[in-house]
């Protein structure tokens, strides 16, 4: 066999692998239906991008055949796997999430939740427990992890008495980001800051709101930070739980290549640190040393670009990064933040 047919008989062998693999993943995950189908498009065109360079190159001289199927080859994986990269990474980051049942249960509740709507986006406020119906009351306005939803979360809240002291003197929002419950419309970096006004704005407008904290966690740290730096907002304080410098800090956590060039492949940048100086509001950052998701040094560098005159960064030991709202010293801090005892 000829080093043209081998060369032309292992793309055939990786379109006939990826197109099995890809059907694998079209039976098993929904969220990755889009990026097998260009996968397996891609790979058909490789393939017939090799076999016209094959019959080009047929009787062509090795030295000549050699460094052009290489090259073929080398382009081919670069173009395939930085399109995986890429687009795995995003879904990773903002994979979209719901709570069908948690929905249901808040729906069947008549009182102390009301459903948001506006606008496209959804989500839902527990009313402030110790503060009459129609009076004004400060609210907090919450920006949740990667993987919560607001049925979800604010069912959790309502379940857990420890925290029940965010909404005794506070309504709590949560309002969905973009494929998040029912909030529609596309989510890219983007759309994910014209959200976070979005969102403030409905919570502005409501006729009891008195003054706004923002509380964020995780991934929606970095939207948070763009929102609490505009000029247009009025922002009490803000408290950051997990808190991160860049989207690059989180991918280079797991693989740490994303550096240079590659940077181009990370889908949400989310340069918290670029809006830090811009933020006028007091600032509370908790971060915990043992959270395996977001280096505590990611945290500190973001609170090294805060401007603020009052920013306090607190340091908890023992808590990973699904522990935060569970843990006795983050519940205390963040009642001090809020003034409630």
């Not at 560098?301 to 030991?317: D, K």
Request: glycine share 8%; net charge negative; charged share 15%.
């Amino acid at each position: 066999m000829t080093f043209g047919k081998r060369v032309k008989t292992a793309l055939l062998s990786a379109v006939i692998a990826a197109l099995i693999g890809s059907l694998l993943f079209l039976i098993l995950s929904e969220a990755v239906r889009t990026i097998t189908i260009t996968v397996l498009i891609m790979s058909a065109v490789i393939f017939g991008i090799a076999l016209v360079v094959g019959f080009v190159m047929e009787g062509k001289p090795s030295k000549i055949r050699v460094p052009i199927y290489a090259l073929l080859v080398v382009l081919s994986v670069i173009i395939v796997s930085s399109y995986m990269m890429y687009n795995v990474g995003k879904r990773i980051t903002l994979p979209g999430s719901s709570d069908e049942d948690s929905y249901e249960d808040l729906c069947d509740l008549e009182a102390g939740v009301e459903q948001i709507s506006s606008n496209g986006l959804s989500g839902w406020r527990i009313i402030a427990t110790s503060v009459p119906e129609n009076e004004p009351r400060p609210v907090i306005l919450y920006f949740g992890g990667n993987g919560e939803n607001s049925s979800g979360k604010v069912a959790k809240l309502l379940d857990n008495e420890k925290l029940s002291f965010l909404y005794e003197y506070y309504d709590f929002v949560f309002i969905d980001y973009p494929t998040y419950g029912l909030s529609e419309g596309p989510l890219n970096e983007s759309t994910l800051q014209d959200f976070t006004v979005q969102a403030y704005e409905i919570v502005a407008s409501m006729d009891t709101t008195s003054g706004i904290t923002l509380m964020s966690y995780s991934i929606g740290n970095g939207p948070v930070m763009y929102l609490a730096s505009r000029e247009d907002v009025d922002i009490d304080s803000m408290i950051m739980l997990a808190p991160y410098n860049s989207g690059y800090d989180l991918f280079n956590n797991y693989l740490n290549i994303f550096h240079g060039p590659l940077k181009l492949l990370v889908a949400y940048k989310l340069p918290a640190y670029r809006y830090a100086q811009d933020v006028e509001c007091p600032v509370t950052m908790i971060a915990s040393v043992d959270d395996e998701v977001i280096p505590i040094e990611s945290s500190r560098a973001l609170f090294s670009s805060v401007s603020s005159g009052s920013a306090n960064f607190i340091t908890v030991n023992g808590i990973d990064h699904n522990g935060f709202f569970s843990s006795p010293d983050v519940i205390v801090a963040i009642m001090n933040c809020l003034e409630v005892r």
